[in-house]
């Protein structure tokens, strides 16, 4: 039985001024309802229109089901939503019906699936960036520095400056807009493994092959005090606590090959919290919105932590092999904390910490965060950590170890990259697979998002970085010119840029 309000919509899809239409709508309602058996040609459940429900991505019904004419699309869906969510800017939502976007009128769309009419067409609806990332298509610069392979590459969170670890045991700054080394950093006595930036942008941490972290100011490339050293074996991963729990950033926590986790506060220098229980190697580590820290470990676990104590909440388990890489729903924001695409700036961390509240409030909804496991068992999990310990989906089809794993800036999507030489697309909130991304000729080794969540970049032991198209599910941009295998890239959060690093040792900004 479909709501008493779908004429009210349709006639607010095609009527010039909404206000009239709406107005319209509602003073035939009754007679519709009234004569509701007796239907005009092209009107009602005949033919001429669609029994339709607005579903959001999470499956919650957008008001009672709707009978739409068939000559309603995309654009017309826009209207309705809008109108229906009481949303004072209008803003840009995409359409799907299954796990196939509607890019047709519902007319179209049911004569090519050969659809009945008489069963309801359940239309769900994903809001989309306001704004749009092009993509990047040419190499912009090829900066030479590192004397050994460059291992990690990564963007601060308003996307101003770069930074990047390598072999040859340094630290680099960039400058982005002189495309030239800013800053190099010696402290290190093994490679680099990996750099994390506090979400405010005050600080980088880098970890080494050696154990020790180092903390370093962006602004002057100085070290901040001497090294951190607990860990017995070399650092895997770091993550900061978010800036909408604490600002400015103090705390951040580290894994590390000896199977423990360590929680670091940056003012008093010192490892505040060992979080220990895993057997085997902590090989990632997220510290989520909600205050808790997830670690993997090549003990095929996943370990829940609160962070006052650092006692265990809660052992994730499913996997068969090693836990090779996490992923959160909310990353994009806690990665970028205050700042988005307006490139607005703060004057004062209370400031700051309200701004990313706010961000992080506005992405999560009423959902939990998610998170998302990739195994050497070719296969990954998607949890809901704070509602179960069942994985909500396991996810199958890669061919070789998933090597790396992440969401959609909009948490919308979620990529995988597998040494079977492909990317896959899955729905990030069922964890139901999309499409298959098949054009690198070996294993790929890291994935990278466009800001507004349409385009997926991805580095390979092919030599190439190749842009997909979310939308389309096909090759955008192929992107030759590294001389080796590509380990590390990142799409900058305000989507100008894109940086990539490898083997060859030297780092190469790409620019649309």
């Known amino acids: 039985m479909a709501a008493p309000c779908p004429d009210l919509m349709a006639e607010a899809v095609s009527h010039p001024d909404p206000a009239a239409a709406v107005a319209g709508g509602r003073a035939r309602t009754g007679f519709q309802m009234e004569n509701r058996d007796q239907q005009e040609p092209g009107s009602g459940s005949g033919s001429g229109s669609v029994m339709c429900q607005l579903v959001s991505p999470e499956g ?161 490339g100085k070290q901040l005090g001497t090294p951190l050293t607990g860990h017995r074996k070399w650092i895997t991963a770091v993550s900061w606590e978010p800036v909408h729990l604490q600002a400015p950033c103090r705390r951040f926590v580290s894994a590390s090959k000896d199977g423990d986790a360590r929680i670091w506060d940056i003012t008093t220098r010192k490892c505040v919290i060992a979080l220990t229980g895993h057997t085997n190697s902590v090989t990632c580590v997220k510290w989520g919105g909600d205050g808790l820290i997830y670690t993997g470990s090549e003990d095929c676990l996943i370990k829940v932590w609160e962070t006052s104590q650092g006692k265990l909440v809660k052992t994730l388990q499913g996997h068969g092999h090693w836990v090779n890489s996490l992923a959160l729903s909310t990353e994009y924001v806690l990665r970028t904390g205050a700042y988005d695409h307006t490139g607005k700036t703060y004057s004062t961390a ?120 979310i939308r389309t599910h096909k090759l955008k941009q192929d992107l030759p010119g590294h001389a080796d295998e590509v380990y590390a890239v990142d799409w900058s959060p305000d989507g100008e840029k894109v940086a990539s690093g490898g083997k060859d040792r030297v780092l190469k900004l790409w620019m649309n």
Request: charged share 20%.
């Open 60 to 220: 919650d019904h957008l008001g009672a089901a709707l009978y739409l004419p068939q000559n309603v699309g995309p654009p017309q869906l826009q209207e309705i939503v809008n109108h229906l969510l009481h949303n004072e800017d209008k803003l840009p939502y995409a359409f799907y019906i299954g796990d196939e976007e509607l890019s047709v009128q519902l007319g179209a769309y049911m004569q090519q699936k050969n659809a009945n009419v008489e069963v309801t067409l359940r239309i769900v609806y994903q809001p989309q960036a306001v704004f749009r990332i092009r993509p990047v298509n040419r190499c912009s610069a090829t900066i030479a520095g590192h004397t050994e392979a460059v291992l990690a590459v990564s963007f601060s969170p308003d996307g101003r400056c770069l930074a990047s670890g390598s072999g040859d045991t340094t630290v680099r700054f960039w400058d982005l807009n002189t495309q030239t080394p800013l800053f190099t950093c010696k402290g290190h006595k093994n490679w680099v493994l990996c750099i994390a930036w506090s979400p405010d942008g005050n600080h980088l941490v880098s970890g080494s092959k050696s154990g020790e972290l180092i903390l370093w100011d962006p602004k002057t």
């Open 350 to 469: 209370d400031e700051m910490k309200e701004a990313a509240l706010a961000r992080y409030k506005k992405m999560r909804g009423n959902a939990p965060e998610r998170l998302v496991s990739g195994s050497d068992d070719f296969t990954m999990f998607l949890w809901e950590p704070t509602i179960s310990k069942q994985p909500k989906a396991r996810m199958t089809g890669h061919q070789k170890l998933v090597n790396h794993v992440y969401f959609s800036p909009d948490g919308q999507w979620l990529a995988s990259a597998s040494f079977d030489k492909s990317v896959k697309l899955w729905n990030g909130i069922t964890g139901k697979f999309v499409a298959a991304f098949r054009g690198h000729v070996a294993d790929v080794y890291q994935i990278s998002w466009s800001a507004d969540s349409r385009l997926l970049l991805s580095g390979s032991k092919d030599s190439t970085l190749k842009v997909w198209d």
